[in-house]
């Protein structure tokens, strides 16, 4: 019991030193690489150039690129949900690593119901493509 107890710990050690690492890569790419530039080599988004529509990712690299560059007004208008979803999607990163404090642990419950999650991300996906305001602000750009 007591080799199935450290297995499982540094597995979450293992993880949270992966995620981090995979973090703290996709940051210096983000700090170094503008995708606002033409011929960047990060990716357009695959949704927008086959339909024409945003997808709830839309704007996401160009959002976490002015975040990694301390721009807060210049993310939030690439794209809102991520920009507030991201306190969110670290408790969820702590949580599945195992290192979530233990007083977060009800919220971390009511953050994994991914039925709530799947209406968030189809309801912004809807409104973001809406042509009149308040909707036409979700838009990137």
Known sequence: ??????????????????????????????????????????PACPFFSITGLFCPGCGATRCL??????????????????????PALAILTAHGAGLLPAALLPLARQLCRPVAWG???????????LPWQPFSWLAPG
Do not use: C, E, W
Not at 119 to 129: D, E, K, P, Q, T
């Open 1 to 42: 019991m007591r080799k199935r107890l450290a297995r499982l710990a540094n597995h979450r050690l293992a993880t949270a030193a992966l995620v981090s690492g995979g973090g703290a890569g996709a940051l210096l790419l983000l700090r170094l690489v503008d995708p606002n530039q033409p011929g960047s080599l990060l």
């Open 65 to 86: 690129h002015a975040l990694a560059h301390f721009d807060l007004s210049a993310a939030l208008a690439m794209n809102p949900l991520l920009v507030v979803s991201l």
């Open 119 to 129: 209406v968030l991300l189809a309801s912004y996906g809807i409104a973001r493509n």
